[in-house]
Each structure stands twice: as structure tokens, then as C-alpha cells.
């Protein structure tokens, strides 16, 4: 039951910080027991890297959708609505990653992350997966 600072932004998302205070259980200095207790929790106003990294995600995916949609009132760009809407379900993949590994994190409490964890939870809808339909259907 060693103390930490914990940082919480306010997507929810946090971390473990420093090391804080030895408890009574581990005699060894320098060593923890490997409990994690929270000293101090330092809130920031912003939300996380994580989050700033799937809005950039979801701008760059919202421009290629808009792309795809002008190309196709144009008709003339078949191999290249082919390529964006590719190029956009690996985004979108990437978007959904993202939000599973920060809703994970949002509620969790430090656990160790396991694939068939990850896997079996629940994620936000992901807004991109309109735009798949629309590239499969063509329209």
C-alpha cells in the first residue's frame, strides 16, 4: 500500500505519477509492496494526448469523407473514392482502437491490459462506420 500521484484529465483519462510515500509493509527502502494507493490527485483542465490524437484522427477522416462525397457528384474519380474509402476504414479502425484503449483506461483501476480484456468490453460507437457503408454502397 505504497502512496503515488495519480494525474486525471478531464476526459477522465489518468495515470500513475510519481512515487509519494513508503508504507509500513515494505521494510526495504527504495522498494513498494506493489499496492498502489493514491497520495495526491492533480487534475488537468485539458483532456489527454490520447484524445487530441483521435480528434486529429477524426478531422482527417471527416475531410476524406467529404472528399469521397464531392468526388462522387462529380463521377469521374472511381479509383481514387476506391483508395480514400480504404484509406478511411484504416482510420476509422485506428479511431476505434484509440477509443477502446482510453475507454479501458477511463474504467480501469491500473489493472494489467489483456487483449481478451479489451476485447470483451464494451466500446463507444464509433462515428465512422457510417462513412464504410457509404463507400461500400457508393452513395
Not at 480528434?55 to 475531410?63: F, T, V
Request: glycine share 6%; hydrophobic share 25%.
Amino acid at each position: 500500500m505504497c502512496y503515488f500521484e495519480t494525474t486525471l484529465w478531464s476526459c477522465g483519462y489518468w495515470r500513475w505519477g510519481h512515487f509519494r510515500e513508503q508504507c509500513p509493509k515494505e521494510y526495504r527502502i527504495g522498494e513498494t509492496c506493489g499496492l498502489k494507493l493514491v497520495y495526491e490527485t492533480k487534475r488537468e483542465p485539458d483532456v489527454c494526448k490520447l484524445c487530441h490524437d483521435i480528434e486529429k484522427k477524426q478531422r482527417r477522416y471527416d475531410k476524406m469523407a467529404r472528399d469521397v462525397e464531392r468526388w462522387q457528384r462529380e463521377g469521374n474519380r472511381r479509383a481514387t473514392i476506391e483508395r480514400t474509402c480504404g484509406e478511411m476504414r484504416e482510420v476509422a479502425d485506428q479511431i476505434h482502437n484509440m477509443r477502446a484503449e482510453h475507454y479501458h483506461r477511463e474504467s480501469s483501476l491500473g489493472q494489467v491490459r489483456t487483449e481478451k480484456t479489451l476485447a470483451a468490453q464494451t466500446i463507444p460507437y464509433c462515428v465512422a462506420a457510417y462513412w464504410h457503408l457509404r463507400c461500400e454502397q457508393g452513395g
